[in-house]
């Protein structure tokens, strides 16, 4: 049950392991694949799948626990290296970007990875087959979305979040969060004044919820990204991840001085 995996990676080894949560116990641990180091993962909605982004500019898809799904959705370049019964089977290596991954985002129900890169790149992929769908950039100076790679002009993008309705959230190192569709149009765009260290979207909710260096959570409307709650938890250092119960009535923060926070989340 992928459910019950945990998988980290060792950046500096190009290694993923995989552990148990019950025990955390090592179960697998294999090679990244990239020529250096890793940079960012991230686990699909199912956790049936999960994809890594490298300093090789590269990124590379991995089926967690399902050997039918990597043997269906593997291409030709990942079969000749021969698949194995393991916990993580990697399907599909992505090209596109000519710079160091910064960020990755998966979806399996809409079928996308998105991932940016140091030169301000943003590409998306299609995840069954491994194709690359297009590229855009934000440009600079004007914050407008451009549909091609970047060229010396884009924002690096630090952090990404999909949601379900075919759009995306990016945060880039300017400390302007923009949500753009998949098809490149730009629909709402805000400076947050500080820098955010984990985002995610609660889509019960239609709400993008942030934390950073300055230790408070913010919930923001994914229409316009106006902030509609502020929880200051800034005593315990600044916000470094955030993860929601399945449920999700219960937002986990984690801060820099080690406390994790758990917050209920009041509907009323």
């Known amino acids: 049950d992928s459910s019950l995996l945990l998988m980290r990676c060792d950046a500096f ?40 982004g490298g300093v090789d500019a590269t990124c590379r898809v991995w089926v967690v ?18 698949l194995e019964e393991d916990e993580i089977t990697c399907a599909h290596v992505l090209f596109g970007h000519v710079s160091p991954i910064t960020c990755v985002a998966i979806c399996s129900k809409l079928d996308v990875v998105i991932s940016g890169s140091e030169d301000g790149s943003i590409c998306i992929h299609n995840i069954r087959s491994g194709k690359f769908v297009r590229s ?3 440009d600079a100076a004007k914050k407008e979305v451009k549909d091609s790679c970047a060229r010396k002009n884009g924002i690096t993008p630090q952090k990404l979040a999909i949601h379900m309705d075919g759009s995306f959230v990016a945060y880039f190192n300017d400390g302007t969060l923009m949500v753009i569709t998949i098809n490149g149009r730009r629909i709402c765009k805000a400076d947050v004044g500080e820098k955010i260290n984990a985002m995610l979207i609660c889509h019960e909710s239609e709400a993008l919820i942030t ?56 509907v009323k």
């Open 13 to 52: 080894e190009n290694i993923i392991r995989v552990h148990s949560i019950e025990s955390l116990q090592l179960q697998q641990s294999v090679s990244g694949g990239h020529r250096g180091r890793i940079n960012c993962i991230q686990v699909s909605e199912d956790g049936a799948l999960m994809v890594t």
């Open 65 to 82: 626990e399902h050997d039918s799904l990597a043997t269906a959705i593997t291409d030709g370049y990942v079969s000749s290296l021969g």
């Open 136 to 138: 855009l950039h934000v």
């Open 211 to 266: 934390g950073g260096e300055l230790g408070s959570v913010r919930v923001r409307t994914l229409h316009d990204l106006t902030v509609q709650c502020s929880l200051n938890i800034k005593k315990y250092g600044p916000i470094t991840t955030l993860a929601l119960t399945s449920d999700p009535n219960f937002l986990c923060v984690g801060s820099s001085n080690g406390f994790l926070s758990v917050v209920f989340r009041n």
